[in-house]
């Protein structure tokens, strides 16, 4: 009955994969924490958003947040035969894989399924990346069946997969706009994240969020995760990664606290130092502290994490 971090990717709703360098043999089993990585449909297969779509099954939209969800329920109902407590998931994603947390934890349909959760890069606050109802993203769905020379769904759907990615990107080049991201689909999300925080229609659960110092739009998204946790009824935890890596001058980039908290140091390139090693090995305790009880200290342990205040 060993707890339970599941982590999700990012990659900008188009990229990635669940095992990635970065995710190849995390050290937190040798803490006591099990850790789980995912796939998720990308681009046009994850995010395609038509009326016809709609019309079909009610919603549209968010196919790649319904395969994570589906991902998390097989894991509370499966994770027991691999030592787990499935009354004990923590969710952690970052950048895309952040934003889908978030979206997870405003979800009615994920409400239990887990008690915990961490965004790096890309949850909080925001009117920057809230999500848009699914009618503003048909034009850009029907322009591209018109590009594939598509007059029906059943046309679209008949599409290879290189030619429907193929005709995704020449869309986006066309329009200018990155092509897939979560809508308002009134199901899984039922509204924006400020709208939803705001109403208490939020999991009340504790999280844990931060960003790295030469992220996309720093201060942007360090008020998201910031303004996020302060505004929590249960003391949560945000933090500021600003270790300047090693091997060149591009500092702390987005996404590189990833070899950190997973403790896979050894999987990287650059000349890691001894500081590198200590610092990794805190970020792990604090993380895996908060998998096991909701709070990242532990008593004679680390450096008190004092909660955001509101």
């Not at 924490?33 to 079909?56: H, K």
Request: glycine share 10%; net charge neutral.
């Amino acid at each position: 009955k060993l707890p339970v971090l599941v982590y999700i990717h990012g990659g900008g709703f188009t990229g990635g994969c669940g095992h990635e360098k970065h995710f190849d043999g995390p050290v937190w089993p040798t803490k006591g924490v099990i850790a789980v990585t995912l796939n998720y449909r990308l681009g046009p297969m994850g995010f395609v958003c038509l009326p016809e779509l709609a019309e079909e099954a009610g919603h549209t939209g968010n196919y790649g947040l319904y395969d994570q969800m589906t991902a998390i329920q097989w894991v509370r109902d499966n994770i027991a035969a691999f030592g787990g407590n499935p009354s004990a998931i923590t969710i952690m994603g970052q950048s895309a894989g952040a934003m889908s947390v978030q979206q997870h934890c405003l979800s009615p349909l994920s409400e239990g399924l887990f008690r915990r959760a961490v965004m790096s890069s890309g949850g909080g606050v925001s009117k920057v990346l809230a999500a848009a109802p699914a009618e503003k993203h048909y034009d850009f769905w029907k322009k591209a069946m018109e590009n594939a020379g598509c007059k029906t769904l059943t046309e679209f759907r008949a599409l290879s997969p290189e030619k429907l990615f193929d005709i995704w990107n020449q869309t986006k080049k066309e329009l200018r706009t990155p092509g897939s991201f979560p809508c308002i689909d009134g199901r899984l999300v039922v509204g924006t994240s400020a709208d939803l925080l705001k109403a208490g229609k939020h999991h009340h659960i504790p999280y844990m969020a931060g960003i790295t110092s030469e992220d996309m739009m720093p201060p942007i998204l360090f008020g998201m995760a910031r303004n996020w946790c302060a505004a929590q009824d249960i003391p949560s935890y945000t933090w500021y990664f600003d270790r300047q890596l090693p091997g060149d001058d591009c500092g702390a980039w987005h996404s590189a606290d990833l070899w950190y908290w997973f403790g896979t140091l050894d999987n990287c390139w650059r000349p890691m130092e001894q500081k590198d090693r200590v610092l990794s090995e805190q970020m792990v305790d604090y993380l895996c502290n908060f998998v096991r009880t909701g709070n990242p200290n532990r008593t004679g342990q680390l450096p008190q994490w004092i909660a955001s205040d509101k």
